[in-house]
């Protein structure tokens, strides 16, 4: 198996390719890296945006599907309070 990169936020979530977080139900949504200095770049630039952000990046294998394998996490509602 082969092994990638991907961002998780202090919430469980994950980035995703279409650049919003994702719960990681749905693993082909998620963002991957070959590259863990390419996933760092991403999270500066995310981070720049969102100053609360507390992200960290993780060394993920594929399945067999190519998909990464990922605990699912928690999407924070909009109308939630911290």
């Known amino acids: 198996m082969t092994e ?3 961002i998780r936020d202090q919430n469980g979530c994950y980035w995703g390719k279409s650049k919003e977080w994702q ?3 749905d693993p082909r ?6 590259h ?7 999270l500066v630039e995310i981070s720049a945006r ?4 507390r992200g960290e990046i993780l060394a993920v294998t594929l399945s ?3 998909e990464p ?7 924070k509602l909009a109308d939630e309070t911290p």
Do not use: I, S
Request: glycine share 10%; no cysteine; charged share 35%.
């Open 64 to 66: 067999e599907r190519g």
């Open 50 to 53: 969102d100053v609360d952000l």
């Open 29 to 34: 949504q998620l963002a991957r890296y070959r």
């Open 4 to 6: 990638v990169f991907v």
């Open 23 to 25: 719960d990681g139900r």
């Open 36 to 42: 863990r200095d390419e996933a760092v770049n991403t």
């Open 69 to 75: 394998q990922v605990a699912p996490g928690r999407l």
